[in-house]
């Protein structure tokens, strides 16, 4: 569906977004064909970053979009618009509402808080296809935000995602030395639990760490990365916390498990992210993790050189002897055998 026959829909839901998407002015109009599938554009001119225009984002997700929709691939996707920049305010969208496009999927799910006016479905879109994810960025998508777990079966996630996230979100520097301090005694406990693992840059001030998993539901995957979490958090606890109150965690690294509720979100492998600079959570080889690592060096700017030279890291995350070798290992460790199905 082209963005101008939203006009002709004038109804929305109570607290809805989609009139911000339709009161955008709409300059350098084109289409692309892609797959058969018709993708409007417009605002191509318009700056993100300082001397990079809409275009070159959407040139970069064509470029990545082998490499990336395997991660979006039945997942639903929480929209995350900042229709003007980077550094703007932005606004999320979770209903289609019925104006998703005519190459896109929809997951209809049971809405979890009931307000007032809203129906109880949601109708998620899910993006298993480059022109469903040029679209979301011609929208105002800057970065691409999948569930953990796939429309197939949406109560269990496939990996237990821990998010080391500076409770100072410096743009500089200045508090690399926790993050890392935390990376580093997150890979020594996995190493030593030796589940298989695998992390990426957030690709703003944190780090995400992924550990695949199979047959658990949201709330078996939350109570074990807490666990994992408390661990992690012994081993540095001058640089960490796992403090949940914001004002209880000075300068600290904040290991958080929450990423691991239903229908919650992380930004997904080779995504842009809204930061002042065009900086992409970037799946990274393990002894990459170490104290000359600078996750600001990864940018649209590098990343397709640097996937020529070592390929998709984060490949072997839904390899299912992974998962199912992961699951023996948690279930030893935290005794979980007669809880896992």
Same mark, same amino acid.
């Given at each position: 569906?082209?963005?101008?026959?939203?006009? &002709?829909?004038? /109804?929305?839901?109570?607290?809805?977004?989609? *009139?911000?998407?339709?009161?955008?002015?709409?300059?350098?109009?084109?289409?692309?064909?892609?797959?058969? =599938?018709? %993708?409007?554009?417009?605002?191509?001119?318009?700056?993100?970053?300082?001397?990079?225009?809409?275009?070159?984002?959407?040139?970069?997700?064509?470029?990545?979009? *082998?490499?990336?929709?395997?991660?979006l691939?039945?997942?639903?996707?929480?929209?995350?618009?900042? *229709?003007?920049?980077?550094?703007?305010?932005?606004?999320?969208?979770?209903?289609?509402?019925? &104006?998703?496009?005519? =190459?896109?999927?929809?997951?209809?799910?049971?809405?979890?808080?009931?307000?007032?006016?809203?129906?109880?479905?949601?109708?998620?879109?899910? =993006?298993?296809?480059?022109?469903?994810?040029?679209?979301?960025?011609?929208?105002?998508?800057?970065?691409?935000?999948?569930?953990?777990?796939?429309?197939?079966?949406?109560s269990?996630?496939?990996?237990?995602?821990?998010?080391?996230?500076?409770?100072?979100?410096?743009?500089?520097?200045?508090?690399?030395?926790?993050?890392?301090?935390?990376?580093?005694a997150t890979k020594?406990?996995?190493?030593?639990?030796?589940?298989?693992?695998?992390?990426?840059?957030?690709?703003?001030?944190?780090?995400?760490?992924?550990?695949?998993?199979?047959?658990?539901?949201?709330?078996?995957?939350?109570?074990?990365?807490?666990?994992?979490?408390?661990?992690?958090? %012994?081993?540095?606890?001058?640089?960490?916390?796992?403090e949940?109150?914001?004002?209880?965690?000075?300068?600290?690294?904040?290991?958080?498990?929450?990423?691991?509720?239903?229908a919650?979100?992380?930004?997904?492998?080779?995504? %842009?992210?809204?930061?002042?600079?065009?900086?992409?959570?970037?799946?990274?080889?393990?002894?990459?993790?170490?104290?000359?690592?600078?996750?600001?060096?990864?940018t649209?700017?590098?990343?397709?050189?640097?996937?020529?030279?070592?390929?998709?890291?984060?490949? =072997?995350?839904?390899?299912?002897?992974?998962?199912?070798?992961?699951?023996?290992?948690? /279930?030893?460790?935290?005794?979980?055998?007669?809880?896992?199905?």
């Open positions: 569906m082209a963005l101008q026959e939203y006009k &002709r829909k004038r /109804s929305f839901m109570p607290g809805s977004n989609w *009139p911000k998407v339709e009161a955008q002015t709409m300059n350098q109009r084109g289409s692309i064909d892609i797959d058969g =599938c018709t %993708v409007e554009l417009f605002n191509v001119d318009r700056q993100i970053w300082k001397d990079i225009p809409k275009a070159r984002l959407i040139q970069y997700y064509h470029d990545v979009s *082998p490499y990336i929709l395997p991660y691939k039945d997942r639903p996707e929480s929209l995350y618009l900042k *229709p003007i920049n980077a550094g703007a305010e932005g606004f999320y969208i979770k209903d289609m509402e019925g &104006r998703q496009p005519d =190459c896109a999927s929809i997951f209809t799910d049971t809405r979890r808080h009931i307000v007032q006016g809203k129906r109880s479905k949601i109708d998620y879109l899910v =993006c298993n296809n480059e022109p469903t994810l040029l679209w979301m960025i011609n929208l105002g998508c800057i970065d691409i935000n999948p569930w953990n777990s796939r429309t197939t079966n949406p269990r996630p496939d990996y237990l995602a821990i998010d080391l996230d500076p409770t100072i979100k410096d743009p500089t520097h200045n508090n690399l030395d926790k993050l890392l301090d935390t990376a580093l020594q406990y996995l190493d030593k639990m030796k589940p298989k693992a695998l992390c990426k840059t957030s690709g703003k001030t944190g780090m995400h760490f992924y550990v695949p998993c199979t047959g658990v539901d949201y709330g078996q995957a939350r109570a074990l990365t807490e666990k994992i979490c408390a661990d992690i958090h %012994v081993l540095v606890p001058r640089s960490s916390t796992v949940n109150a914001i004002a209880h965690r000075g300068d600290l690294v904040y290991i958080d498990a929450s990423q691991n509720d239903y919650d979100t992380l930004a997904a492998p080779y995504s %842009v992210r809204p930061f002042h600079l065009s900086t992409v959570s970037t799946p990274l080889g393990w002894n990459e993790i170490n104290r000359r690592l600078d996750p600001f060096e990864f649209i700017d590098t990343i397709p050189a640097r996937l020529k030279k070592k390929g998709d890291l984060f490949a =072997c995350l839904l390899d299912k002897k992974i998962t199912t070798a992961n699951m023996k290992t948690l /279930s030893k460790t935290f005794g979980l055998a007669s809880h896992i199905s």
